[in-house]
């Protein structure tokens, strides 16, 4: 049995119109044109569907039995494809991104909602974690991509980078670090040191000590979020480092914030996605979004800085 969509649509649309002249206007084609498909209809069927007469037009037994179910299918298909094509036209979807405690409280934020204002349709579904579970939420499928540091990765799954920045240390306004026209590794870590817990402190304990060897980080506390280390630098506990992207943190703390001096240690972070995986068009188009909104904005990478607000035209990193 060869039945096609076009001699449906040609049934259903006789039907309701009452009439071959206006359901070939409806349909864009000949009334020729229709006639012969809805008898190609028939013929393929081997049953006879329309009754025709010089006055009106009816639907036989088998006509009034079939034609409500084809006009049932074929609405449902055509929600179907119109849902697609909002799809493509991003008039909806849903975006499922993984990112680490930290962006996710200062930078994904400001990104979604510049999304959202272009495309109200899509939502964005933010998930945040610790770092290392950003690879293994893109990895089981939990998140259509994933923004986090460099790190190791298999052959299932393929990284580009979102940026390279530097660290940047952070004190009290009135601390004495905020005298130094220009602040080295050597000076912030005279002072107490707040890092983070893993491979944070170890990474840079690493690249400072490679860099020089007379720097070496002792940390006087480790804590597990940078907001609980900012809150202690807030306290008058000590300083700490992070990176100029989370300047919207610093400045809720009314911290300052400033680059940091031979060595500059910088951090590369990933846009993360199984290397099999077909991003859906919503996510496509917000990790496209994300990729040149983060090419556009710094956060007071050079020179001395109090956390200002992101400034725009930076080359990508």
Request: with cysteine; net charge neutral; glycine share 8%.
């Amino acid at each position: 049995m060869n039945v096609s969509l076009r001699q449906l649509r040609a049934l259903v649309a006789l039907v309701r119109t009452g009439s071959f002249t206006q359901a070939a206007v409806s349909l864009h084609v000949t009334q020729s044109a229709l006639s012969s498909l809805i008898k190609e209809l028939e013929q393929s069927l081997g049953v006879r569907l329309v009754e025709r007469s010089t006055r009106s037009i009816g639907l036989t037994e088998a006509g009034r039995g079939f034609v409500p179910l084809i006009d049932k299918i074929l609405q449902d298909l055509d929600g179907v494809l119109g849902g697609i094509d909002d799809l493509k036209a991003l008039r909806r979807g849903v975006v499922r991104v993984a990112a680490p405690q930290l962006m996710a409280c200062t930078l994904m934020p400001e990104v979604i909602a510049a999304y959202r204002r272009e495309h109200p349709g899509v939502q964005v579904r933010l998930s945040d974690c610790a770092v290392d579970g950003v690879l293994a939420r893109v990895a089981a499928g939990e998140a259509d991509f994933g923004i986090g540091p460099e790190r190791g990765m298999g052959s299932d799954m393929a990284g580009e980078t979102l940026f390279e920045m530097p660290f940047m240390v952070v004190f009290p306004k009135d601390h004495p670090l905020a005298d130094l026209p220009r602040i080295c590794w050597s000076d912030a870590i005279a002072h107490p040191f707040i890092a983070l817990q893993g491979q944070f402190a170890e990474r840079l304990s690493l690249d400072l000590h490679g860099a020089l060897r007379e720097i070496t980080l002792n940390p006087s506390n480790e804590v597990t979020f940078m907001t609980t280390a900012l809150s202690m630098v807030s306290a008058g506990l000590g300083i700490t480092a992070c990176l100029p992207y989370a300047s919207s943190l610093v400045r809720l703390y009314q911290l300052r914030l400033a680059p940091l001096h031979e060595p500059q240690v910088l951090r590369k972070f990933l846009v993360y996605q199984r290397s099999a995986a077909t991003l859906s068009p919503a996510a496509q188009s917000f990790r496209e979004f994300l990729l040149a909104y983060v090419a556009s904005h710094h956060w007071g990478v050079a020179g001395d800085t109090s956390a200002q607000p992101a400034q725009a035209s930076q080359r990508r990193p």
